[in-house]
């Protein structure tokens, strides 16, 4: 069952390619440590996911009311058992390929269900994500427990191709596209989800083919919007677990100063660019929300105990939602996850444990790249000797805030 009517109480889960693992590590510790303590019919009213968070929330609602110890078994084996071939097809015949397709001379295009054209584009076959995707989440149970209200809505954020703009698809009894009627900016779908809408999500512009839903296609929705939190808190969540996949950001005067010979190495700045465009944002989004927070306490205080009713009037009729005060709790890397990434590759176990080609893929990865600084590695760096490291590493945080997560999920 949701959670009490006095609250609605969201899970924002982000993207970051392997990355994804260090979330695969927060959820298998509040399925062990915390689900436990909060009885057997807590369950998150809002599930948020963009890029692997989609898949990490499709997971998380479909798996709901089975044992917490089988789920957070079923997530660990995924990323502790993970190599590179389970999310693409990477061979030798690529190596020809790939360029052809990156000058369009080639074009990759995937049948099905009988629909031609169901995925085009890219620089690589997805095949091998789709059968992850299908295989490891069991969506046969996912309609019955959105029809029980376990959760109350799940969301995946993708970007439409043709215009840019955001869309978030949601599922569920609290689905509701309103508040999107006033953003120019984005838009939401009500309608059930299923595989294809979790892969458009996790679609990597350029690398990965834009996947075909209905009429339009769609990519990577971190692209506009990594971390999903605005979907959970249109649709009125005030209490909100997040799960970043940065360590905690540092003064602009503490980075330091790299080399002109590194900055100008394209796989330095991919890595930098790529921390832009799918990680910083949330900073800026829990800034805004410690923001409106603190103003509507201040103006309760001046104006009184009806400011916020008589402020959000006006609101209402721009956004669509009110404001109101919303608790967040945010889990996130007690390190960086770029130098981890570096540490496992550079080791000689690391480099034994992958075939030639993701040899060469890390290799490319890491070219012109200073130690400690493989960002854009840390994205595709589809290894156990990794991905193990980083559920570890997310079980870890997560054990250290467990009275935090405790406090803001309880009663």
């Not at 001379?105 to 997805?126: C, I, K, M, N």
């Not at 609290?174 to 953003?183: E, H």
């Not at 400690?372 to 980083?390: H, I, Q």
Request: net charge neutral.
């Amino acid at each position: 069952m949701p959670s009490p009517a006095k609250r609605r109480v969201a899970i924002v889960l982000s993207g970051g390619g392997a990355r994804g693992a260090y979330e695969a590590g927060v959820l298998s510790y509040l399925f062990d440590a915390i689900q436990p303590r909060l009885g057997a019919g807590f369950e998150f009213d809002v599930v948020s996911g963009t890029s692997v968070g989609a898949v990490h929330a499709a997971f998380l609602a479909a798996t709901s009311g089975m044992d917490p110890a089988e789920r957070s078994a079923r997530i660990q084996q995924v990323w502790r058992e993970m190599e590179l071939s389970d999310v693409v097809r990477l061979s030798v015949r690529d190596l020809v390929g790939i360029p052809l397709r990156a000058l369009g001379l080639t074009r990759l295009a995937r049948r099905e269900g009988g629909e031609r054209r169901a995925a085009v584009g890219g620089l690589v076959d997805l095949s091998p994500l789709e059968r992850l995707v299908s295989a490891r989440i069991p969506w046969e149970r996912l309609r019955g427990n959105l029809e029980a209200a376990r959760p109350g809505v799940v969301c995946v954020s993708c970007t439409e191709v043709r215009s840019g703009r955001v869309t978030i698809f949601m599922d569920g009894g609290l689905a509701d596209p309103t508040p999107w009627a006033y953003d120019p900016n984005a838009t939401a779908v009500a309608a059930p989800i299923g595989p294809r809408h979790v892969r458009a999500s996790a679609a990597i512009p350029f690398l990965f083919p834009a996947v075909r839903i209905d009429r339009r296609y769609y990519v990577d929705g971190g692209l506009r919007m990594n971390t999903p939190l605005s979907p959970a808190l249109r649709l009125g969540a005030d209490r909100v677990l997040v799960v970043a996949l940065k360590h905690t950001p540092g003064l602009a005067s503490a980075v330091g100063a790299y080399p002109e010979d590194v900055i100008t190495q394209p796989a330095f700045l991919l890595g930098k660019v790529l921390d832009a465009l799918l990680l910083d944002q949330l900073e800026y989004e829990l800034q805004r929300v410690g923001l409106v927070n603190a103003w509507i306490e201040h103006g309760s205080k001046v104006y009184g105990e009806d400011f916020l009713a008589n402020v959000n009037v006006a609101v209402r009729a721009q956004r669509g939602a009110d404001y109101r005060p919303v608790r967040v709790t945010t889990v996130r890397p007690g390190r960086d996850i770029g130098e981890l990434a570096d540490e496992c590759y550079r080791g000689l176990s690391g480099r034994e444990s992958l075939g030639a080609m993701q040899r060469l893929m890390a290799r490319l990865a890491l070219r012109g790249v200073p130690p400690g600084e493989a960002d854009l590695l840390s994205y595709l760096l589809f290894d156990r000797c990794y991905t193990s490291k980083l559920v570890e590493m997310g079980r870890a945080d997560a054990a250290a805030q467990r009275d935090q997560i405790l406090e803001l999920l309880g009663d």
